[in-house]
């Protein structure tokens, strides 16, 4: 049994009787979360059952059922595997499926290469702007199971913005957006008006000398950026508010006392959400300096070998295994690990013979967009967050609310520092830039024929001798790497 929970709502299904592994599928209108009226779909496939023909046809079924759901860009898609399907129990459907997937900002060649030692989760859509979420445990080592936020798109379509097996979400921050809008307590008579004015002027200096009125709240969205711990420090001091015009001390006092809370707040939320920005300052340069040394590495594991050494061995394909590896680090084996071996055998059939390497121009020119696109979305996300202080600090709730838990909330609180994320950003860089440019390196070999008659990864590559010599004449070179 498995069930897929979309905010509140909860979908449940079971797999047929006779089934011991399978996937299920759900599918929502993207705009509303609801099921769509004539093609939704809520039903768990029993894609393995110890019997070929049943396997064959349950398959089948759910390929177009999946190929029907990425002809309508209106849906929103989940898949979540039952048990760990695949392996012995795939048929030629199976590459129906992955296709399908495909179709809905899945990765094919993941699908195919489900091998019953684990799960696979999707959420995506053929309609979907941002990438699919998307996890297997035969790569990542750890539950198939997604976890994120749906956003909207600019289509105003939900999509899933972030998805992961096994970072946690604070969705405390998006149910505060969302929540009704609550006003600042108002400075209803004239004399707490004139003093609002009197401290926004001359003590908090947010106003200009020669004004008559302040409006101090509609400053802290419009002048976010002042300095906000140093207009606390002002308010901070009783001694600031004497008798003036239209106003007494006492009155002064309760409206100081009010604005001050609020400044105190207002910093708070500052602070947390500067804090949130500081990792992309620090992603971004180890991005772009991990971009340049992975175009460095795939740039001499594709190159031509020289003409004199057209005749390679397996060891001289494994290098280049070793090199893409080591080269990666630990942090993002479970990708690196997975295409290196794809990379070698792209480097070994590559032209030789001095024939120009028509490959290494073209992963140079992703690499260049890669860059622009690193810079332009870490600027764009580092954007979105004043954007969310803006909205927070509006508005008297979520003001209030949002500041009484970011020091307190272990949801909210942030880890003492930040390189732990960077870490993780920079990882998260790495297996982007992996999984855009393998697509590039990939054309160069044409594998047939394809899963799951075919080699599933590179693991099922199966290599031949020509040599005459008693014994086997097979072996999988590849066979143990992870």
Known sequence: QNTIAVGQARYTQSLPAGSTAGFQVLSL???????????????????????????????QRMASALKVLAADPSLLVFVQSIGSPGGSDRTPAWAQIAAAAAGLGGTAGIVSALDAAGGYALAGGSGITLPAGETSQQLSGQPARLEGILARGLGSQFQPLFADPSSPVNDGLIQLAYQAPRPFPPFSTLAEQAAEAYLGIHVMKICPAAATSCDVRAKYYQNYRAAWPAIQADLADPQRCPDGPGFTRAVCQLVRAQLYR?????????NYLTELQRPFGEAKEEALVSLTKIDDAIQKAVAPPPASNTVSQVFQILSYIAKLGSFAGPEVAPVASGISAVFGLVAYFTHADGEPNLLGPKVTAKVKELGDLVRARYRAASSQIDTIGLI?????????????????????ILPPSIFPAVDEMST?????????????????????????????????????????????????PFGNEP
Request: glycine share 6%; with cysteine.
């Open 392 to 412: 927070v600090v509006s508005d008297y709730g979520k003001l209030t609310d949002m500041a009484a838990r970011v020091d307190s909330d272990p949801a909210w």
């Open 262 to 270: 609020e400044v105190s707040d207002l910093n708070r939320v500052r």
């Open 428 to 476: 998260a860089a790495k297996q982007w830039f992996y999984q855009t440019l393998l697509p590039v390196v990939y054309f160069a070999v044409q594998v047939n024929p394809a899963p799951p008659s075919g080699p599933a990864s590179a693991r099922d590559y199966t290599c031949f001798s020509s040599l005459k010599k008693p014994g086997t004449r097979t072996s999988r």
């Open 29 to 59: 209108n993207a705009t509303t979360l609801q099921p769509a009226p004539g093609i939704a779909v809520d039903e768990a496939f029993g894609t393995s059952t110890g019997n070929p023909a049943a396997n064959l046809a349950a398959q």
